[in-house]
């Protein structure tokens, strides 16, 4: 066996801290490597929670939008009701019969009507058909509208589908209430 020499031994204990500091310079990287996947996945947990409670805000504020706009549609349908069953009942005669009829509102109804249809259709999909049987029961309303003889046939018979028209109006809020419930 060989001697050791100084010169051997100068030699590692040069290279002894480039080698220590080169395991501690490892074991950081490491060690920041773990942290930081560890830390990404949290991070990405927090997210995705993030994310989801923002896309409840958002349905839920769709669902509060479309109740304000149905709230405005069915109301005017309602006081469309009403004066076409005050004119029908003998209280008003042809002239304020056409006063009363409110057309002032006309496009604002419009507007909440096709927004009601619209949001419906992109985020609520499943209320459509609850909305459906609304336009159905609205339009066998609406036939009643043109009737032009004072009577109380003609009476009843627009109180009988304004009675329909609202059980399927009530039908379409409780499945909007069932959507909000349970996002």
Not at 20 to 26: E, F, K, L, Q
Request: hydrophobic letters at 40%; a neutral charge.
């Amino acid at each position: 066996m060989e001697a050791v020499t100084d010169t051997d031994i100068s030699i590692y204990k040069e290279l002894l801290p480039i080698i220590a500091s080169t395991i501690t310079a490892v074991a950081t990287l490491i060690g920041v490597f773990i942290a930081s996947y560890f830390n990404q996945k949290n991070n990405k947990v927090v997210l995705e929670s993030n994310l989801k409670q923002e896309k409840i805000k958002i349905k839920l504020s769709k669902i509060e939008e479309i109740y304000e706009h149905f709230h405005n549609w069915e109301t005017s349908i309602t006081k469309t009701q009403m004066v076409h069953y005050a004119y029908y009942s003998g209280v008003l005669n042809e002239k304020q019969f056409y006063e009363s009829l409110d057309k002032d509102n006309e496009k604002e109804v419009g507007y909440s009507y096709r927004k009601i249809q619209s949001l419906s259709d992109i985020y609520f999909p499943e209320a459509s058909l609850a909305f459906k049987n609304v336009l159905t029961a609205r339009d066998e309303l609406a036939k009643c509208f043109f009737c032009k003889q004072q009577t109380k046939k003609a009476a009843d018979n627009l109180n009988k589908y304004h009675k329909a028209f609202e059980t399927e109006a009530n039908k379409f809020k409780e499945v909007l209430a069932l959507l909000a419930k349970h996002l």
